[in-house]
């Protein structure tokens, strides 16, 4: 049943990484598109590599751990209060963006490299919503896909509609208390917490003013406006336990946060002595650390001099 299970998701894979690598020959195969090669083989054969590696050991050392079932959906969306969500959305859009990047790097034109950075993004992320639903512990959440299909819908919209990124999803992440009463959901360690502590996580709508504006303004085009989301006071999923083992749960207030900062684009800074394909390695998915606003129904406004 395993092997079975296994062998059916690698193969799903393995097609929606087929289909991919059709289009890019097909891309090739056009004239003077100004394709690189090289480059794009590279691409293909790598990330074909890493996609089957890591969906192999996602498997072993993950879904192996709990029981199968059936494929079968399940209804999330009432979960973390629906940071999971938001969190789903982000890592699509910025897996969009990283695959937009290696096709412009491989020479394939914006139009084309924004439809395969989304699709790709939504065909891997889809893979994992696979997993989950043939997996008893969770299930094939449409919340999840749907998540996953607006994030990658803003990356490709704005690419079709601008030619750039106006208006990004960004990350941040800070500890909080809230992981030591459970650490089996919200991780024992620092860096299990960054992966499962809602908590401390913090989804960013970072939108750049200098882009609306007109190509002369003196206004900095590197500057970033964001506004953010997060929130606090979750032990568990839906409700907070009273009691995990011997410890007893503080009553904690489960509520989102709102931020409002300042952020950079580092891409935009304007520096002609750099090589402009040192700038697809800047990682503009995540947040710097800067001062920011905070608000909370019933609750005064919080400056924090520098929030993570």
């Known amino acids: 049943m395993r092997h079975a299970l296994l062998y059916k998701l690698t193969k799903g894979l393995f097609l929606i990484l087929l289909m991919v690598a059709i289009g890019f020959q097909q891309l090739n195969a056009q004239p003077n598109t100004g394709v690189n090669h090289g480059r794009l083989n590279a691409v293909i054969i790598t990330e074909s590599i890493i996609a089957t590696a890591g969906t192999i050991a996602l498997h072993y050392l993950w879904y192996k751990k709990f029981p199968r079932s059936r494929f079968h959906l399940f209804n999330d969306n009432a979960e973390?209060?629906?940071?999971?969500?938001?969190g789903h959305a982000t890592s699509a859009y910025n897996f969009s963006a990283i695959q937009y990047d290696m096709m412009r790097w491989s020479g394939v034109d914006n139009k084309k490299a924004a439809w395969v950075g989304g699709l790709t993004a939504i065909g891997l992320l889809t893979m994992i919503e696979i997993f989950d639903g043939f997996s008893s512990q969770w299930g094939f959440s449409k919340g999840d896909?749907?998540?996953?299909?607006?994030?990658?819908?803003?990356?490709?919209?704005?690419?079709?509609?601008?030619?750039?990124?106006?208006?990004?999803?960004?990350?941040?992440?800070?500890?909080?208390?809230?992981s030591k009463y459970?650490?089996?959901?919200?991780?024992?360690?620092?860096?299990?917490?960054?992966?499962?502590?809602?908590?401390?996580?913090t989804?960013?709508?970072?939108?750049?003013?200098?882009?609306?504006?007109?190509?002369?303004?003196?206004?900095?085009?590197?500057?970033?406006v964001n506004l953010g989301i997060g929130a606090g006071g979750m032990i568990g999923a839906r409700t907070n336990p009273s009691k995990i083992g011997n410890i007893t749960i503080p009553e904690f207030r489960r509520q989102h946060r709102y931020l409002f900062s300042i952020d950079a684009d580092l891409r935009r800074i304007d520096n002609k002595n750099m090589d402009p394909h040192v700038l697809l390695s800047v990682p503009n998915s995540l947040k710097i650390p800067a001062p920011?606003?905070?608000?909370?129904k019933d609750s005064a406004i919080k400056f924090h001099l520098l929030y993570f």
């Open 203 to 224: 989804y960013w709508l970072s939108i750049n003013p200098a882009s609306f504006m007109k190509s002369n303004t003196s206004f900095p085009q590197w500057l970033n």
């Open 292 to 296: 920011a606003l905070e608000f909370k």
């Open 182 to 201: 459970n650490p089996a959901e919200l991780g024992a360690n620092k860096w299990q917490s960054w992966l499962k502590d809602y908590n401390g996580q």
């Open 145 to 178: 896909m749907l998540a996953n299909i607006t994030g990658s819908a803003l990356f490709v919209a704005q690419q079709l509609a601008w030619g750039e990124q106006r208006a990004r999803l960004k990350f941040s992440f800070h500890k909080t208390i809230y």
């Open 80 to 86: 973390w209060l629906s940071m999971d969500k938001i």
